[in-house]
């Protein structure tokens, strides 16, 4: 367990106040209401894509059009209320504050956060699936991992509009502790915070009965990609690849590729290994 002492909280508070709560995430908070309002109408949906920066919807389009899901034949999203349907309310939340986030802090520390984040919520997706969950603790595992670090985003923001440098062991013991300021200030599942106490502060690997729980998923994703990127900086995966010639084919190569391209990241964080299928 790392020690968090009331010096360490202090400093969490002040450089939540020094940036989230003086910024503006380029977008009207309006929108998140809408997207956490389950009787909220196609309508009011279709309208935040005019509310959000376009690169934005851009990357959450291409996300719903890709083999992330899981299953491309369904083909292109016709809207964007159909693209917050096939991604999910809370996860196109998420996304809008991690990247709204990154164009504020503008430097690459905090792509690289990103894209280790985004790296361990697709292999925490898969790994779940591999496990026969439902759709629901699947997607818990998901957001979890896209959230873990975010609060380093919210640190690199802070030197970079304060000049003041923050030691690496304080970035590395406190940054949890603005992620959870940024979850309640947006009012995101309490399943995050619970991830966030297993993953740093008892850094515990979680069971439930007969499984791994969440937390325990969330853990093993995090700790798999923070060793690959520790060693390689970026996710170097092996897998099949599908035929070019077979559209719809999804082996999780592709599924992992079509992912990164969608968010902007491929070519610098993803090398992918392409091995034969085995024999039948």
Known sequence: ???????DRQKADLIFAETLEKVSLGFDPAVLKILDDPESSE??????????????????????DSAYLGNIRHGMAASFAATVLRLGAIYVKIFMIGFALLALARDERSRAVLAKSFAAAIFGKL???????????????????????????????????????????FVERCHWLLALKIAEKFELPEYIGEAFACVFDETSLSFTHNSLSVEGVVMTAHATVHYIFSREHRLIIRSPM??????????????????FRSLGLGEDYLQI???EPPAR
């Not at 367990?1 to 009331?6: H, N």
């Not at 896209?146 to 690199?156: D, P, Q, R, S, T």
């Not at 599908?242 to 190569?253: E, L, Q, S």
Request: hydrophobic share 40%; with cysteine.
């Open 1 to 7: 367990m790392q020690t968090i002492t009331e010096e």
């Open 43 to 64: 309508e009011e949906r279709e309208a935040i894509k005019n509310k959000i920066g376009q690169e934005i919807v851009m990357r959450l389009m291409s996300l719903a």
């Open 127 to 169: 790994l779940a699936e591999q496990l026969n969950w439902r759709r629901e603790s699947a997607q818990q595992v998901e957001i979890c991992c896209l959230f873990l670090e975010i609060g380093k985003v919210l640190m690199h923001l802070y030197e970079r509009n304060t000049g003041e440098a923050l030691p690496d062991d």
């Open 242 to 259: 599908p035929d070019a010639r077979d559209v719809f084919a999804i082996t999780p190569g592709k599924a992992i590729h079509d992912y």
């Open 273 to 275: 290994m392409i091995e």
